[in-house]
């Protein structure tokens, strides 16, 4: 068992892969590894305790009496002025009077949330998401079963799970394989979001509950597919033994290198070129793209269906402790195709950065998925088990279609999304004069005064702000409208596996969230589940309507996250034409769907500009699996930077005003509109 104990150490800690190749090919497996039947009984029962677990959650989206934490709801309390009530200060009557209020309304609003979940639509939604959910369960625990005990045997102890959360006293911690200032932060998320389910599995050694969780991985790749559903079981797996998602997400990146740099190994002799010219027909539909020239880049031009086993593909990612024949057999198929690895990477990732993309900008100007690569990153080491797409809102120049999303760590392959780069620079570039101008400081000072739901709910709006509105209101009209056609065709790619078959992760700011909304409406609508792993929108201008987060909620298999801001004052102000009744979600929290986490981050953004430096705090704050830790510290003081540089040129507008502020609502001059129109049209041109 020692040397077990050696290779775990030397797969996950980057050890001599000569070493490695030393150890017995046979090596461990799981049956050995987990000696007794009971051992063996007890990982079945864990994926069927797991997998019931994800179930309930799902069927709890559509359970109009789960309405997620009172948090949120007393978070929206308001007195008759539209002013924020804290509990905190009011009298013990007061407090009983005010949480009386609550669940008064909450009463009222669960016969709407009945009605609203028993529409013909919303029941087929719920039947096709658990439809789906039951043949991916299925398909896991019969291959689960099959290695470790019997199909039969596993398939019975499925039917009977009943999960028992193991108690968070004992599972406080999670064991990593390092260390750094963000992991306590997503350990304690990892732990309330993916509760860790009871099981006698987590006393084992954690050599053994490593190379468990890294079986299971490989066994999950055999069924041709990774999954939303099979990464949210893994991190529930995670969890239940004890483990770190780093300890997960480093054996998604080895066994990643590990299938590419096999298939990278195969000889593309004339045997194979044949072969290639003989199944041409099988590759163009299992690829999806005919000439890939991603392809060629990593020497698979011949190989549509030789053996990756011929190129030792078991010993590969047999180096944390299983066995080379172990491994290619948990693999199954897949160790056996290069055609079925390149569609697990979405043809190498050549279908998101090749001409693949091209179909799409018919609808949607210049629309491309953009890779952020690290620093010396080949094309290999680029490439993830998981896949982070980042979407700007509106743009102040062209490379902020990228930088914002550079803050995504290792741990996925991550690109930007970029569409209509003119529509979002024309806003962005009536946002940043607008927030700067004498108008914006004459009236901020006003507006202050009520909080921004009062302001939004009586249209109290200075005049002076009104005047100078026309810049602002076309670009973001229109660029608005793009964004929800950029959502349309997103859904329409994911859909088609531009991704390949690795779960996503969307991150969006601003017009950039209204189009991951639009996306996972699309989804929902077209019934495609499995594709969103997390969808995480700050200052989403989109209703925060149950109806429609519900559906959201619907197609992703992890995190839903809304992070909002009380204090942002440019997103009411754009907002205030639209439909106002059913909410904003980049506002206030989103009420009454189970699993949909809020959260305010007031404190950081305090107007809707300072979202494209707030990225990278804001997924710290939320705990995000995935965060380079040095592009934090860039982002937070560029953040500062742009708070202070935003106030410094209010001040100078003001100074330079044609005539004193005197009056918040009558202070902007038609020189002044008229100098910011030429700004405006200065800016876009330098474009």
């Known amino acids: 068992m020692s040397s077990m104990f050696q290779k775990a150490s030397t797969f996950l800690g980057g050890g001599s892969a000569e070493e490695t190749k030393k150890e017995d090919e046979e090596g461990e497996s799981l049956t050995t590894v987990l000696e007794t039947d009971e051992d063996r009984s007890a990982l079945t029962i864990l994926i069927g305790d797991i997998t019931e677990l994800m179930r309930k959650q799902l069927i709890d989206t559509f359970d109009p009496k789960e309405t997620g934490t009172q948090e949120?709801?007393?978070?929206?309390?308001?007195?008759?002025?539209?002013?924020?009530?804290?509990?905190?200060?009011?009298?013990?009557?007061?407090?009983?009077?005010?949480?009386?209020?609550?669940?008064?309304?909450?009463?009222?609003?669960?016969?709407?949330?009945?009605?609203?979940?028993?529409?013909?639509?919303?029941?087929?939604?719920?039947?096709s998401a658990l439809q789906f959910f039951d043949n991916w369960r299925d398909s896991v625990v019969l291959r689960v079963g099959e290695v470790v005990n019997s199909r039969k045997t596993a398939e019975n102890q499925s039917m009977k799970a009943k999960p028992e959360l193991a108690s968070l006293e004992d599972e406080s911690t999670l064991e990593s394989i390092r260390t750094n200032e963000h992991e306590d932060t997503i350990a304690e998320v990892l732990l309330k979001i993916y509760p860790p389910v009871e099981t006698p599995l987590r006393k084992v050694a954690k050599e053994k509950r490593v190379l468990i969780l890294h079986s299971i991985l490989l066994l999950l790749l055999s069924v041709e597919h990774y999954n939303a559903h099979s990464r949210t079981l893994l991190l529930y797996l995670a969890t239940s033994l004890g483990l770190s998602a780093t300890v997960l997400s480093e054996d998604e990146k080895k066994v990643a290198r590990g299938l590419l740099t096999a298939v990278e190994k195969m000889s593309a002799d004339e045997e194979t070129k044949k072969r290639a010219e003989e199944n041409q027909v099988a590759r163009k539909w299992k690829m999806g793209i005919a000439g890939v020239a991603g392809a060629a880049l990593i020497g698979i031009t011949g190989g549509l269906a030789a053996p990756l086993l011929a190129s030792g593909i078991g010993t590969v990612l047999g180096g944390i402790g299983l066995g080379a024949t172990a491994a290619a057999g948990y693999l199954g198929a897949l160790a056996g195709s290069s055609v079925l690895v390149g569609g697990l990477f979405g043809a190498y990732g050549a279908k998101m950065t090749s001409k693949a993309m091209e179909q799409y900008t018919r609808d949607v100007e210049d629309f491309a998925f953009v890779p952020i690569q690290k620093p010396g990153e080949s094309e290999i080491e680029a490439r993830r088990l998981r896949v982070a797409i980042g979407i700007s809102g509106w743009l102040g120049d062209k490379d902020e279609v990228v930088k914002p999303w550079?803050?995504?760590?290792?741990?996925?392959?991550?690109?930007?999304?970029?569409?209509?780069?003119?529509?979002?620079?024309?806003?962005?570039?009536?946002?940043?004069?607008?927030?700067?101008?004498?108008?914006?400081?004459?009236?901020?000072?006003?507006?202050?005064?009520?909080?921004?739901?009062?302001?939004?709910?009586?249209?109290?709006?200075?005049?002076g702000l009104l005047k100078a509105s026309r810049l602002i209101d076309n670009p973001w009209s229109i660029a608005n409208q793009r964004a929800q056609k950029a959502g349309e065709v997103l859904a329409d790619a994911l859909i088609n596996k531009a991704q390949g078959e690795r779960p996503v992760t969307l991150v969006g700011y601003s017009l950039g969230a209204k189009v991951i909304y639009v996306c996972l409406q699309q989804l929902a609508e077209r019934k495609a589940f499995g594709l969103i792993e997390n969808a995480i929108l700050l200052g989403a201008p989109t209703p925060s309507s149950s109806a429609e987060w519900r559906r959201i909620r619907s197609v992703v298999t992890g995190r839903v996250v809304n992070a909002y801001s009380t204090n942002d004052y440019v997103l009411a102000f754009l907002y205030r034409s639209s439909s106002i009744q059913f909410g904003v979600a980049g506002l206030s929290p989103v009420l009454n769907v189970k699993g949909v986490e809020n959260v305010e981050v007031g404190d950081l953004v305090k107007g809707h500009t300072l979202y494209r430096h707030a990225t990278?705090?804001?997924?710290?704050?939320?705990?995000?699996?995935?965060?380079?830790?040095?592009?934090?510290?860039?982002?937070?003081?560029?953040?500062?930077?742009?708070?202070?540089?935003?106030?410094?040129?209010?001040e100078a507008a003001e100074n330079n005003a044609t005539q004193p502020a005197t009056d918040s609502t009558a202070s902007v001059s038609d020189e002044e509109v008229h100098k910011m129109e030429q700004e405006i049209d200065k800016k876009n041109k330098s474009v």
């Open 406 to 463: 550079k803050c995504i760590g290792p741990g996925q392959e991550s690109f930007a999304l970029r569409f209509e780069l003119e529509a979002l620079m024309n806003l962005g570039n009536a946002l940043t004069t607008l927030v700067t101008s004498v108008a914006w400081s004459y009236a901020k000072s006003e507006i202050i005064k009520r909080t921004v739901f009062a302001a939004l709910s009586a249209g109290l709006w200075p005049l």
């Open 72 to 127: 949120d709801h007393t978070s929206t309390l308001r007195d008759d002025k539209g002013e924020p009530i804290d509990l905190e200060k009011l009298g013990d009557d007061e407090r009983k009077r005010e949480m009386q209020k609550v669940l008064e309304k909450q009463s009222a609003e669960l016969a709407k949330r009945e009605k609203e979940v028993s529409e013909e639509k919303m029941v087929a939604l719920k039947t």
């Open 616 to 650: 990278a705090p804001i997924l710290e704050r939320i705990g995000f699996e995935d965060l380079d830790l040095q592009e934090l510290r860039y982002q937070h003081q560029k953040l500062k930077e742009q708070e202070k540089n935003e106030e410094e040129q209010r």
